[in-house]
């Protein structure tokens, strides 16, 4: 166990939204940065960057902010561990909700994609794994999340595009799942597989 606290900790959330939830939420000592850049991945990289703290947690909006397991978990960190709230079955990776890391890590994956607004959580997941790093997976259901929980937000066109450029970025990591979610998706259809 190491001596960090919250202090050592700057919360970014990014955010279009008026009114939040989280920021309220946030202990004092860490420092907190909003952030309304022109998209998600975008301002996920600026608040980073602006950030005067090295451990980074980058929130959702719309979160109770889970402070005990944010200080367990940059407590126990190391510089290659990135932790997050585990992703949907059959992902393997984290999602973007609450993701806790040091910014040199952030630093040797080259940051958020900012070329997609869906996918930049899993993007940035598989090349922390590809650089040498750990995905830890924390329990989703213990941070209490506002909006509801649905996976639905996506059009069709949408999730096929969150598809291919997955699978086109990552192949081998990101290949087998995307199979693995065409044919559940295909078995959901009337006359489907």
């Known amino acids: 166990?190491?001596?960090?606290?919250?202090?050592?900790?700057?919360?970014?959330v990014p955010t279009a939204r008026e009114e939040l939830t989280t920021p309220d939420t946030i202990p004092e000592e860490a420092e907190l940065l909003?952030?309304?850049?022109?998209?998600?991945?975008?301002?996920?990289?600026?608040?980073?960057?602006?950030?005067?703290?090295?451990?980074?947690?980058?929130?959702?909006?719309?979160?109770?902010?889970?402070?005990?397991?944010?200080?367990?978990?940059?407590?126990?960190?190391?510089r290659s561990t990135l932790a997050g709230l585990?992703?949907?079955?059959?992902?393997?990776?984290?999602?973007?909700?609450?993701?806790?890391?040091?910014?040199?890590?952030?630093?040797?994956v080259g940051g958020f994609d900012e070329h997609r607004h869906h996918g930049g959580d899993t993007d940035f997941a598989i090349r922390v794994e590809r650089a040498g790093g750990t995905v830890r997976q924390l329990d989703r259901d213990?941070?209490?999340?506002?909006?509801?929980?649905?996976?639905?937000?996506?059009?069709?066109?949408e999730h096929a595009e969150w598809l291919w450029y997955l699978t086109r970025r990552h192949p081998r990591q990101f290949g087998p799942v995307a199979v693995r979610l065409v044919a559940r998706a295909l078995r959901r259809v009337p006359g489907g597989a």
């Open 1 to 12: 166990m190491s001596d960090r606290t919250l202090e050592d900790v700057t919360v970014v």
């Open 34 to 78: 909003v952030r309304r850049d022109d998209g998600l991945n975008v301002a996920r990289n600026a608040g980073v960057a602006a950030a005067e703290r090295d451990w980074i947690v980058i929130a959702d909006d719309d979160i109770e902010f889970p402070t005990e397991t944010v200080r367990r978990v940059v407590d126990e960190g190391d």
């Open 86 to 108: 585990a992703d949907f079955e059959p992902l393997r990776w984290i999602i973007g909700r609450l993701m806790i890391f040091h910014r040199s890590l952030w630093e040797r």
């Open 142 to 157: 213990a941070v209490p999340h506002y909006d509801e929980d649905t996976g639905e937000g996506m059009t069709t066109t």
